[in-house]
């Protein structure tokens, strides 16, 4: 036998090689002086934390502009702001895990508008392909989401969660907190099977029919309104609520 070093080195969970391709250098005082306006309408609290809170917030965003790459396509006027605002939706989205950036895309794809995909036939304003390890947004809807951001639907935030559930459901997941998300997974469809609740969230209409396409859409939509309808979700779902933060170890569900 010759392995004598310690499995945990092998098994850890280690990030592919960087492909980011952000051109500004910055610290993560210059992010928040710079982009503090533009992290707000992703993350509205932004102005109202810690400083110290902030710089973390900001490293994070620096952390994903290093990581992941964005392509402009058709035209798209791309701004390093918009690119600020996507990479803030993600830290969003996975302020709870300590080992945030994941291996499932590489790059981020954004048009000017919704696309159609000939080899699904269905026209998109967001699509997540694991195979290419690409992320497409359409700016417009991108825009549009983070300005009405209680409405429900934030389409960056829907496709990050796609990209979540790949990295975290795999049989042999490596990632860190894949377990917890496992966990977390499990408890919604549990609780979502009970047909008293499903009554009740049809009573109120809290998820789009989009949302039972299948499972990864409906913990999608589920995450665009444990952040856009926080005080509806709480209100009269408090379990689901748990469940579905306690999925990505969110801090205001510890």
Known sequence: MFFTGSRLFYDRYRLNSPKGNFQLKL????????????IVKVFPIFNQIPHRFKLN????????????AFLAKENASLTNAQKVAIAASYVKLTLGYHQFLINTFDTIVVYPTAQYFPHLNETHTGHFNPKMKVIMLALDEFEHDIYYNEDGKDVALHEFTHALCFEMMQAYAKHPDADQFKKGFRLIFEWIAIPQHKMRIDQIEFLRAYAFTDRLELVSVLIELFFEKETIFKTHFP????????????????
């Open 239 to 254: 379990d689901l609520y748990q469940y579905v933060g306690g999925m990505i170890k969110h801090p205001k569900t510890k």
């Open 27 to 38: 610290t993560p005082e210059q992010i928040i002086y710079q982009f503090a306006d533009t």
């Open 57 to 68: 917030f900001s490293k994070r965003i620096l952390n994903f502009l290093k990581q992941y």
